[in-house]
């Protein structure tokens, strides 16, 4: 296949070869005479003699200082003897005179040449051999097929050759401008000679990074479709071994192999398990911190005109090391982020395209309201649609699929047979309606698309869905206002009409914290600060956790400036809710009786003239 291969499985065999060689010549000085020696009795010289007068002797050898000799039994049966020599000089002429032809001239052990060649050498060499390809054949499997024996810890990447991914740019939708940067080094990958006469270098390496699901695997795989080079692809985490100095022998041998492949693409999936940062305070994981070196050391060893790309991916590209990210290294960074509504709208037709559906399916409808769900998510949501279609017996997907299957994915399953009583169901109704109700009473809030009070695997016991009319990439503070006080619009009913409050309302409390106090901290909307950072995003992709950076009395005051907003934003629900309450009864009684309203029943209810009290 190549020289490389050939020289290691040279080395190989010829490891095997004196190996096996030393293990033939031991066997031979140790074990066959054990062996011979078990198959001879000792006894002594008068037994021997004795032996000889009664003519069972059959032959005898005669050694510098024993004496062995075969018995032949009565019965047959055969059996070697050794005793001492004893200096006799009768012995030859009492041998010479027996009536049985006593063969005393030969050797008794080496009776048969070929046999003994045969035991000693053969053999041992055939069992050798077997052993040899039995090896051969279990390493070959552990290497991934590529007949690479005696080659521990090597690298198993995978090569991918055209089509062998199936994936093509055609199958990632959305992600335009990730889709562009990959193009460029498809290009270079088809005709290098472009770039070389204007003496364009292309980038070594090229990082995607995003949230997890936005399809950064997929766009690697399609780049492997598009590029028509080999393509060696390999997580992180098949670097990480136990034995220090692993990882960086397979890290070698990935970047050897891709140089002799080249022009081809190295895809390396969740960097982040061996691009971490290395800090001088932990000296912990010297196995990473080698596989990383090994990684650095070799991202500069080759030559970039020669056509190696290296496509790594990670969703923490901030924990990732500073050396990586150098320009000749992974210098480009390829963004692959949440897709915007339209590019929604394309993943859903996309994976469309696999299921049968309904000709009058309204896509864009389903786009609009699953806002913030990655496209991983929303293939998902076409497949829960299709499981959902043959559930119900039918051979086509439609709409109500679709959006049955966006709440699945957000809440989990119905939950059908869930007992809630009656009492319960009247709070839950109330507080759903609070919600939609301060919603739908503010300027700045998204329209109600949806109001169910069914209980869903994910805990929720009802929810109320708001879907925006158009995409918005910014949120002003009125709009955050707006979203706490319909947060807090929930319990504020509670309270309105039950006076008193339950644990229903966590998942609102925690929602209208984390805003309130990303207002405070991060978009500066607070009267009490004014533009200052005091919080950071620590990973921006992965939940987006924050750690605070001001001194504790800040911190204090942050707590009671979250505080007060919240307050005020609960205040103006109660407000909202005590001016409606007609409303509210009229509507969570309609919502009680239905269990799910449609955005457009809900707003039918609330613009009709208020029926006069009795
Ligand atoms: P990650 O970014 O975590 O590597 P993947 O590439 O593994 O995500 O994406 C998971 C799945 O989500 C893909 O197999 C594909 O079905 C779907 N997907 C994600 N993004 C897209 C997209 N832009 N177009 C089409 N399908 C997508
Ligand atoms: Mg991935
Ligand atoms: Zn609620």
């Excluded at 499985?9 to 293990?23: D, E, K, Y």
């Excluded at 001879?40 to 010289?45: F, L, P, S, V």
């Excluded at 055609?170 to 992600?175: E, I, S, Y």
């Excluded at 960086?248 to 041998?253: L, P, S, T």
């Amino acid at each position: 296949m190549n020289e490389g291969k050939n020289n290691k499985n040279n080395r190989g065999l010829i490891a095997f070869v004196l190996t096996a060689l030393v293990l033939i010549l031991l066997y031979n000085a140790f074990i066959i005479p054990a062996v011979k020696k078990a198959k001879i009795k000792d006894t002594n010289y008068s037994f021997f003699l004795k032996q000889v007068d009664a003519g069972t002797v059959e032959k005898v050898q005669i050694k510098e200082d024993s004496i062995l000799f075969k018995v032949k039994g009565a019965d047959g049966s055969e059996q070697l003897y050794s005793t001492i020599k004893i200096e006799d000089p009768d012995l030859v002429d009492r041998l010479y005179k027996s009536e049985k032809d006593i063969d005393f001239t030969g050797s008794i052990e080496e009776e048969n040449p070929i046999a003994t060649f045969i035991i000693s050498w053969v053999l041992p060499l055939v069992f050798m051999i077997v052993l040899w390809l039995v090896l051969m054949k279990i390493l070959s499997k552990r290497m991934g097929g590529l007949g690479n024996a005696m080659s521990f810890g090597k690298s198993n990447a995978k090569i991918y050759v055209k089509a062998q991914t199936g994936k093509t740019f055609a199958d990632v939708a959305g992600q335009d401008e990730a889709k562009e940067a990959l193009e460029e080094i498809v290009d270079f990958l088809h005709n290098p000679q472009k770039y070389a006469d204007i003496g364009a270098d292309l980038p070594k390496g090229a990082l995607l990074v995003g949230p997890p699901g936005t399809g950064k695997t997929l766009l690697a795989k399609a780049v492997a479709g598009e590029a028509n080079v080999p393509f060696f692809s390999i997580s992180g985490s098949e670097f990480v071994e136990m034995f220090v100095g692993m990882g960086a022998a397979k890290v070698r041998d990935l970047f050897q192999q891709a140089n002799q492949k080249a022009p081809c693409i190295v895809f390396i999936d969740e960097i982040d398990t061996i691009g971490k940062k290395r800090d001088g305070q932990f000296s912990g994981n010297d196995e990473r911190e080698q596989t990383l070196n090994q990684l650095l050391t070799e991202m500069d060893g080759f030559d970039g005109k020669k056509g190696v790309v290296i496509l790594a991916a990670t969703n923490r590209p901030e924990s990732l090391d500073p050396a990586l990210l150098r320009p000749g290294r992974f210098d480009r960074r390829i963004p692959a982020e949440l897709p915007d509504l339209a590019g929604r709208e394309a993943i859903l037709r996309v994976h469309s395209h696999k299921i049968r559906t309904e000709p009058d399916v309204d896509y864009n409808s389903i786009a609009r309201a699953t806002a913030g769900a990655s496209g991983a998510e929303l293939a998902n949501i076409i497949n829960e649609a299709a499981l959902r279609a043959v559930r119900n017996g039918r051979n086509l997907v439609n709409q109500s699929d679709l959006e049955e299957s966006v709440e699945v994915v957000i809440a989990g399953y119905q939950r059908k047979n869930a007992v809630i009583s009656q009492q319960e169901k009247e709070i839950i109704a109330y507080h759903e309606i609070g919600h939609a109700l301060v919603a739908a009473m503010q300027e700045d809030s998204a329209p109600v698309h949806k109001i169910t009070i069914i209980p869903r695997t994910s805990g929720a016991l009802g929810y109320t869905m708001q879907v925006d009319e158009e995409e918005k990439f910014l949120l002003t503070r009125e709009e955050a206002l707006a979203k706490i006080s319909t947060l807090t619009g929930g319990r504020s009913a509670e309270e309105l009409v039950f006076n008193t409050c339950t644990s229903g309302a966590s998942n609102d409390i925690e929602k209208a914290t984390k805003l309130a106090r990303a207002m405070v901290t991060r978009y500066g909307m607070s009267s009490k600060f004014d533009m200052i950072a005091l919080e950071t995003v620590n990973n921006q992709y992965l939940g987006g956790d924050t750690s605070l950076a001001c001194s504790s009395e800040t911190a204090a005051q942050i707590d009671e400036e979250v505080n007060s907003i919240i307050r005020s934003a609960h205040n103006k629900a109660m407000q909202i809710l005590t001016d409606n309450i007609g409303k509210l009864h009229e509507l969570a009684h309609f919502l009680l009786e239905k269990e799910t309203i449609t955005g457009e029943e809900f707003m039918a209810i609330l613009k009709k003239e208020q029926q006069p009290a009795v």
